[in-house]
C-alpha cells in the first residue's frame, strides 16, 4: 500500500480513499468548461453491428443433437435420395424394362435406411465411448456391424 493512502487514513481525513475524484462538496462546472469528448465516428458512418455471440466448444454441437433429436422429420433429401434408389434400381431391372415408383414406396425406403443409419451411428458411439474416445472412425463403423451380424437391421427387430 502506498505510503500517502497511510498517512490519509491515520489523519481520518475521509473514510474512504480518495479515488481521483474532487470531493463531493464541489459544484459540477458550467457547460463551457466541460471537455468534449473525442470520438473517431463522424457523422455520416455506417453503424457498426454487434459482435456475433461465440458459444464455447461443443454448445452448439449438443444444441444441434437436441435439436435433431426432438423432430421427427426426414434427415435426407428426399429427391437425392429417389435419385439413388432409381439409380440403385437401374442395376438389378432387364434393360428393356423401366421401373415406375410409387412416391409413398421410396417414402417407406428412405424411412428404413435413415432408420438403419441412425441405429448404426448410436452403436458406433457406443463403441469409440468404449475405446476411451469421443471421435467414431470408420474401425467403429466396422466394429458395431460385426457385433450386430450379417443381417443386422434397425435393432429393434
Known sequence: MPPK???QRLSGASAAPSRGRPP????PAPPAQRRQRQSDVQPGDPIPQPKKRRYRPGTLALKEIRRYQANTDLLMS???FARLVREIALQYQPSTEELRWQSQAILAL???AEA?????FEDTNLCAIHAKR???MQKDI???RRIRGVWGGAGWV
Open 5 to 7: 493512502r497511510a498517512k
Open 24 to 27: 463531493a462538496a464541489s459544484a
Open 78 to 80: 428426399k429427391l437425392p
Open 110 to 112: 428412405q424411412e428404413a
Open 116 to 120: 438403419f443409419l441412425v441405429h448404426l
Open 134 to 136: 469421443v471421435t467414431i
Open 142 to 144: 466396422q466394429l458395431a
